[in-house]
């Protein structure tokens, strides 16, 4: 029998995950492993697995469908230490998936927090804007105060990679809030659509350019990327 759409984007989909297995999130890692084990889990058939593990270096492994063996216990022999180079990290996955056919999201393990990159923060965003990948940031409270200025600078970075992306961030507390963050991010991967858009600007001028969606139906709730440059 034909495989339902939902199939066929399942098994077309190109999955990053960036791991941060930097000194901040050593009290938060337990729950960062057992959130990254439990989406794999969630997530059997995506067709090619980018796995990024960084702190302030940066390891890079990829995975078919067919083989990803010994993954996780790469995960969970992860230690928290060192520097964060997550801008870094974040450009270079952007760089391996830029041009590649398919649909491309990313599922980011973080608290935010960078310290070492050389990559800032504001061309990290302008590499989102440019590149077709849907991100969902897994965000941990990290080492800093809630409240504290680095928290929120932090914090205020994932939302606007999702923002920018047409993604979603999470925020877990607990294990037992894992299942409902990856059943809302399978839910949005077998509802969303892909529209094609050509301006009917000739001119590029390397300038934002917003773009709203309407829908006609009521009830229904939009969520998608701000616009293109």
Known sequence: PAARPEERQELALNLGMLFDTSESMRKDLKLSQESAIRFLDAIPRARDLL???FDRDIRISRYSSENQQGIFGRILETKGEGYTALYDAIAVYLSRVAGTPGRKVLVLFTDGD???????PHEVQRLVRSTEVTIYPVAFPGAH???SADALRARSFLVSLA????GRVFQPAASRELAGIYQSILDELGTQYVLGYVSDNP?????FHRITVEVKRPGLKVRHRPGYE
């Open 51 to 53: 796995l990024i593990f």
């Open 114 to 120: 960078d310290t070492t990159s050389q990559v800032p």
């Open 145 to 147: 105060r809630p409240t």
């Open 163 to 166: 923002e920018a992306s047409g």
């Open 203 to 207: 001119k590029h001028d390397g300038k």
